[in-house]
Nanobody, 115 residues
């Protein structure tokens, strides 16, 4: 499976961004998906997950109430809606399956939040 992320940008604190990830492969609708992020000098962190049919969603504590994950299995896409962004959300955001296994990571999309 391969991934192509898009939608990042430079915004101010309190703004919103909508990230999109398109996945290749015919088994997307069987996969639990997640959005990860990696801030400069830090390890990659899982921030949101969504079950194969979109029924179950989980969020890392720091993004609860601000980020919403969704998916469209017909389009092989997973979306991360990010509201009320904070400077500490600045990172490169990636999508991948859960677990990521041997999947190749995409290039990610850079989100920069200024204070």
């Amino acid at each position: 499976v391969q991934f192509e992320e898009s939608g990042g940008g430079l915004v101010q604190a309190g703004d919103s961004l909508r990230l999109s990830c398109r996945a290749s492969g015919s088994t997307f609708n069987e996969k639990v998906m997640g959005w990860y992020r990696q801030a400069p000098g830090k390890q990659r962190q899982l921030v949101a997950t969504i079950s194969d049919r979109g029924t179950y969603k989980n969020y890392e504590d720091s993004v609860k109430g601000r980020f919403t994950i969704s998916r469209d299995n017909a389009e092989n896409t997973v979306v991360l809606q990010m509201n009320n962004l904070k400077p500490e959300d600045t990172a490169v955001y990636y999508c991948n399956t859960i677990p990521s296994g041997g999947n190749t990571w995409g290039q990610g999309t850079q989100d920069t939040v200024s204070s």
